[in-house]
């Protein structure tokens, strides 16, 4: 297996941050070796995040440049390096969260690794992974929610969204959603949200209170402005403001979710059972080629898109 491995292979790096033209498509880039700790995984299907987005435009500090954008995938591993691989060996189908996706092979380090259940196709593992996770852990650990609580999500036919209006209904909440377009509306509903509003021409707060008879939502999980940053940095706020009712205000980030490979196998393997058990629709909104990832960049950031956007190395 390992002779097969080639010594360059094709990726997508920048240079300097800035738009969609500083995204290079290159033919030549070295394939990484995997270093103690670490697998080498050949590719199926990358997952596209908003944080790509982010580290291009430069909101969030690339670590060094060239950079290799792109935070998960799914493939096979085509060979492991030394030391603690969590039983992982060359040949698993694995879906994994790590830097350098945006590549043919990326060194992989194990802890973020984990076996696809054969019932899960590596396209499917690789357009649930991090956005799922994002949700389950939202509705979790960011604020635990209960069977009957009304919570309400913005941008709910995105990725993350889609998976939170299915999680929520799966656990017994009642989601209102938010969203821009009829069409966005519509496809959010089908996911399990049970009221739509939608935000280009309707009052939010005046909806909200009138669904829940006045009492409002338990929680709001927002990615446009409290666990992320879709329309650009998020302005601060003013503290006194959360007195009126107690509001608890969290700026939770996956990541931190998933310090240890427990927790990452725990969220992992529930996330991989409420796909296959509650038969999840894992929306993706296209395919695109590794070279066209600039024309996906743009239809994220348009807001032109629904559920997940995968790249095809
Ligand atoms: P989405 O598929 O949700 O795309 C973003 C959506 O946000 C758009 O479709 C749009 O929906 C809405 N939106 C509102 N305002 C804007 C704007 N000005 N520009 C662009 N989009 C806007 O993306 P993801 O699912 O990948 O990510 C959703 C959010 O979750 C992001 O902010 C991301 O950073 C965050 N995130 C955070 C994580 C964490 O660990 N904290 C992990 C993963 C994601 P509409 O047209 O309906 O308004």
Redesign the pocket.
Known sequence: MASSIPKTMAGVLIEKTGGTEVLQYKTDLPVPEPKEGEVLVKNEFIGI???DT?FRTGLYPAPHFPYILGREGSGTIVSAGSGNTYNLSTGDRVAWMAQGAYAEYTAVPALYAHKIPDAISSHDAAAAL??GL?ALTLIREAHHVNKGDWVLV????????LWLCQLLKAVGARTIG????DE?VELAKKNGAEVMIN?SHEDVAARVKEVTGGAGAIAVFD??GN??????AVPPVTIARLSAKNTKLLR????NYMVTREEFETYTGELFEFMTRDKMDVRVHEVYPLKEVARAHQD??G?K???KLLLKP
Request: without cysteine.
């Open positions: 995040n908003y944080i982010y991090l956005q994002t913005h941008a709910a036919a995105g990725g993350v969204g938010t969203a821009s377009t966005k935000y990615g446009v666990f992320g940053n879709a329309s650009g939770p980030t996956l990541f994220l950031e807001r898109t629904t559920g």
